[in-house]
Structure formats: structure tokens, C-alpha cells
């Protein structure tokens, strides 16, 4: 066994090691890649994007962290079995758990090339959260150790499969090994010792002073205070009595198995490696004249971070509306025109959407950021967008399902997406609010049924004592009904992605039906 003072000298020599390899890729390599960087303007909306969502989640982290030691669920001391509820209610900590340190895992691993980025500033900001990415993952890694390590009974159950939430086996495993791996203890010892140069840099140029900038070096700091702290009492125990167990477990293992053989890693949609999705921009573009406005869009990106917390293959839903041309031509409708004149002053639908709310009509008849036509509204971490079909969809996987209602209903529906254009992203997942909204709660509410309107039948879950509607369950409810009468969405298209042959095709309804079942870590595709 290993004394602490053995364990001492083999990371502080590491880590003098990494720091030198440290400070040599801060500064531009020599080596060409391939892969194009950011501007400077690209780089700077990322960050902001990004830094926000460490924050978020490294706070979710927290309050699931303190949730698991507060409600005695999870008490290292503790011998016998779990009952059926007490089962339940500890997988869900877990995989939320696991999906916050999930997101917390690709936001350091995208940074983590901070030194080729040209601008020095943007060096020293990337490479900052980078760092504090890093720190709220060991955060959270030492902290549940410290209540499961050495426990049979929660090795056991946290190791164990549990396909309802998408959780493969052996993730309990790799998690302590990825906490507990000398390497990330050398990381962190050695981003300490950089990270000092880079806030000496940033003092002298006011760059200490951003909000951002000093909310993530205060995160840092606490984190890494904690981490110091468990090292300096525990270090010892975990890297002796645990050390044989842990090579046991899987030397080497990727943290989450959506790594096993992948490369490059996509985040944020303005700051990825361009090109790198399955499905292509022509293959969404001939899929474009089979959807009609009000059509239920469910997407896939197999390295995308929106709505990490929600369980299940489809983490993405979103509102087709068409361009305003198509809008106008599929709207003018007797039934239509005739609801919307009795409203008021208005000729029909789209002069309703025009008058009621001018500034976002005339948003969505303008070129999206990428150029092409607004035809999608979806909440996403910027809020309540309305989008163009080639950036929303741009994915690995995609889904349509046609609301089987009036042309009326649709119509009502999609003005409702529309008030809630331009309303802030919500990270608390509440469905009783209307003030922030997630992409499903989006679908949801437009389609609620109202007074003269049919609506769609979305039923609510329970999760984690919220009552949300995961995009997931939207397909299932379309897999439950599809061979129905009284069935609510029809089957309209569906783009599969193959990791294996690097490209997407068109695939049936017998697919489509079933993809709701497959792991929401299915990423090496079969």
C-alpha cells in the first residue's frame, strides 16, 4: 500500500511534468491541424454561452449532491437492500447526477485546446474554463465517493445496468476511476499552478474584472479547496485501499461510453468543427418540401449539451413553422381566415401574427444568423429562438411527427409559440411557469387544448418531483399510437444517423417507432 507521503511525490512530480506541457501548449503550436478555430467575435459568444452553462450545471451538481447526503439515501455506513421506492428514487439522483457531470466532462474536454486559439485574452479565458470545468467534475466525483467508496452496496447498484434511465453498466466504475486517476489529481495540480499565471495576466490587462471571468475563478477556487481538502484527509485511503479495485474496474476506461471511439467532440452550435454532423445540409433541404407548419420536430446531436437533464434517446424538440410564404399559402384557409377576422382587424392568420406581434413577425420574415429563412421556433439555451431549418436541424438524427388536428388548431398553436418567442431558457425545468421554457415544454404548451381548441393530449411525468414532458416521451406517445384510429401524430420522416459509416439515411415508420427504446448514450451505433 501506498503511504501518503509516497502518493505525494508521485503527483507533485507529475504534475511538474504536466505543468511544463501546460505552458508549452498555451502558446500557438507549430503543428498544423485541421481544424479551423473561431474568430475572435465566434470565440467570445461561446464563451459567454458556455461559461453560463458550467455555472448552471456545476450548481445543479451541488444541490443533487446535497439532496444525496441530506436525505439519507445515500449513507456510506448503510448494509441493507433498498426498497422498491427507496431503488427508484436513488437511480434518478444518479443519472442526474451523471448528466450534469456529463456536461461538466465535454465543456473542459472542448476547451482543453485553449492554446491554439490566437488572441491571448481568449487563451486565458478558454483555459480558465477549462480549468474550472475540470474542478466541478472532481467536485462532484469526490463527493460522491466520499459517501459510496468501499460500500458493496452502492458499488453494486451504481455499476449495475439500468436501461429505463439509459445507464449501461460499469458506470460507477469508471467514475471513480476518472476521480480517483492519479493523472486527474496531476491535472488539477498542475492547472493550479498555471491557473496563478493566468489571473496575474488578466489583473494586468482588466480582464480579472469581467463578471464572467471572475464568477468562474471563484467557482474554481471553492472547488478546488474542497478537492484540496479531500486529498489531504482521504488521499491516502482512496489511491491505497481502493487501487487494486479500481484497475479491476477497467484500467483505462473512457468516463462515459459516448467517448468510445470518438475523436472530436461538438458542443455549442457556433463554436464546433464545421461539417461534422451526420446529416447533411442537402438531406435536410430535400426533406424540407415533405413538412407542412405545425409539424413536431425531435432531434438528435450525439455531442450536443441542450437539455442533457432530460431522460432519453431524443433530447431536442421543435415547432416547424415554414417561411412566411409557406406560412401564408398553408394558412389561407376559410375555417382560418374566418377566426382570426372575428379577432379583429385582420385579414387572416399571418396579417394576425403580423399586427399582434410586429417586432418578432418581422424578426422571422428577416435571414437567420446563417443566412437562410426563419422556419423553426425551439427553446434553446439562448431562450425562445426562431431559427432557420438548416441550424436547427443540422443533427445526427431527426424525427417528424404531424399533429392530426385542424388546420385551425395548427394555427393557434404556432401563435402561441410565438408569444413565447423571445422568453429566457429554463434551467429549472418547471412546466408551471411560463416565463422561461424549455424545447418540450414549448411543444406542450402551444398545443395544450384551450376553449376552440383541440390541442394534443402531452401528458406529464414525474421526474425528480418536477412534472415535465421529456422530448422522448413525445415519440413514445407516438410509438404507443401509431396503429390507432384514435391516434394523435402521424409519421412524417426520419433521418438516422450511422456513426460506424459517418453519414445519415432516410429511414421508415417501422425505425422511427422504435428509437424511442435504444440508450441515450447509443452513440456507437450498431
Avoid at 31 to 39: A, D, E, F, T
Avoid at 212 to 222: N, P, W
Amino acid at each position: 500500500m501506498l503511504s501518503a507521503l509516497d502518493i505525494k511525490t508521485v503527483i507533485l512530480t507529475a504534475a511538474i511534468v504536466a505543468f511544463f506541457a501546460l505552458l508549452v501548449a498555451c502558446f500557438p503550436s507549430a503543428i498544423k491541424r485541421n481544424r479551423v478555430l473561431p474568430s475572435s467575435a465566434e470565440f467570445g459568444e461561446a464563451f459567454a454561452a458556455d461559461s453560463a452553462m458550467l455555472l448552471e450545471h456545476s450548481r445543479r451538481l451541488s444541490r443533487i449532491m446535497d439532496e444525496m447526503e441530506s436525505g439519507g439515501l445515500y449513507a456510506n455506513g448503510r448494509q441493507a437492500d433498498f426498497s422498491i421506492a427507496e431503488k427508484e428514487w436513488l437511480y434518478d439522483l444518479w443519472s442526474v447526477y451523471i448528466d450534469n457531470m456529463y456536461v461538466l466532462e465535454q465543456i473542459s474536454r472542448r476547451y482543453a485546446d485553449f492554446g491554439r486559439l490566437e488572441a491571448r485574452a481568449d487563451r486565458h479565458r478558454a483555459f480558465s474554463l477549462a480549468f474550472a470545468a475540470l474542478l466541478a467534475r472532481q467536485y462532484g466525483g469526490y463527493r460522491l465517493v466520499s459517501l459510496t467508496i468501499g460500500n458493496e452496496l452502492y458499488e453494486k447498484k451504481l455499476d449495475d445496468a439500468n436501461e429505463e434511465r439509459g445507464l449501461p453498466s460499469g458506470l460507477y466504475a469508471r467514475l471513480k476511476w476518472n476521480t480517483i486517476h492519479v493523472e486527474k489529481v496531476t491535472l488539477v495540480s498542475a492547472g493550479r499552478y498555471y491557473i496563478k499565471r493566468v489571473k496575474r495576466d488578466m489583473r494586468k490587462t482588466g480582464l480579472a474584472s469581467d463578471p464572467t471571468v471572475r464568477s468562474l475563478h471563484e467557482q474554481a477556487d471553492e472547488h478546488y479547496g474542497y478537492v484540496k481538502k479531500s486529498l489531504k484527509h482521504k488521499g491516502a485511503g482512496y489511491y491505497g485501499k481502493n487501487g487494486l479495485d479500481i484497475l479491476a474496474d477497467g484500467l483505462g476506461s473512457a468516463w462515459f461510453p459516448v467517448q468510445k471511439g470518438v475523436a472530436s467532440f461538438m458542443g455549442d452550435v457556433r463554436f464546433r468543427e464545421k461539417g461534422k454532423y451526420l446529416i447533411t445540409i442537402e438531406q435536410i433541404r430535400r426533406m424540407e418540401p415533405e413538412l407542412i407548419p405545425g409539424d413536431i420536430i425531435v432531434e438528435r446531436r450525439n455531442w450536443y449539451l441542450s437539455n442533457v437533464g432530460l431522460p432519453g434517446f431524443w433530447p431536442h424538440a421543435e415547432l416547424y413553422v415554414g417561411d412566411m410564404q409557406k406560412l401564408s399559402a398553408y394558412f389561407d384557409d376559410p375555417e382560418v381566415n374566418g377566426h382570426f377576422r372575428r379577432l379583429g382587424p385582420f385579414e387572416g392568420f399571418v396579417d394576425y401574427l403580423e399586427k399582434k406581434y410586429p417586432e418578432k413577425a418581422s424578426m422571422y420574415a428577416s435571414p437567420a444568423r446563417d443566412g437562410n429563412p426563419r422556419r423553426i421556433i425551439e427553446a434553446i439555451g439562448e431562450g425562445v429562438s426562431m431559427s432557420s431549418l438548416e441550424s436547427a436541424t443540422h443533427a445526427d438524427y431527426i424525427g417528424v411527427m404531424r399533429p392530426r388536428l385542424r388546420k385551425l388548431d395548427k394555427a393557434l398553436a404556432i401563435a402561441q409559440a410565438f408569444r413565447y418567442v423571445g422568453r429566457e431558457y429554463d434551467f429549472d425545468f418547471d412546466f408551471l411557469t411560463d416565463s422561461t421554457l424549455v424545447c418540450s415544454e414549448l411543444i406542450y404548451k402551444a398545443y395544450m387544448p384551450d376553449e376552440g381548441k383541440r390541442g394534443l393530449g402531452l401528458r406529464l411525468e414525474e421526474i425528480l418531483g418536477r412534472r415535465v414532458l421529456p422530448p422522448n416521451s413525445i415519440v413514445g406517445k407516438f410509438a404507443a399510437e401509431y396503429d390507432s384510429p384514435e391516434r394523435e401524430l402521424d409519421f412524417v420522416y426520419f433521418l438516422e444517423g450511422s456513426e460506424s459509416d459517418g453519414r445519415a439515411y432516410v429511414r421508415g415508420l417501422k425505425e422511427f417507432i422504435v428509437s424511442h427504446e435504444r440508450s441515450k448514450w447509443d452513440i456507437a451505433q450498431r
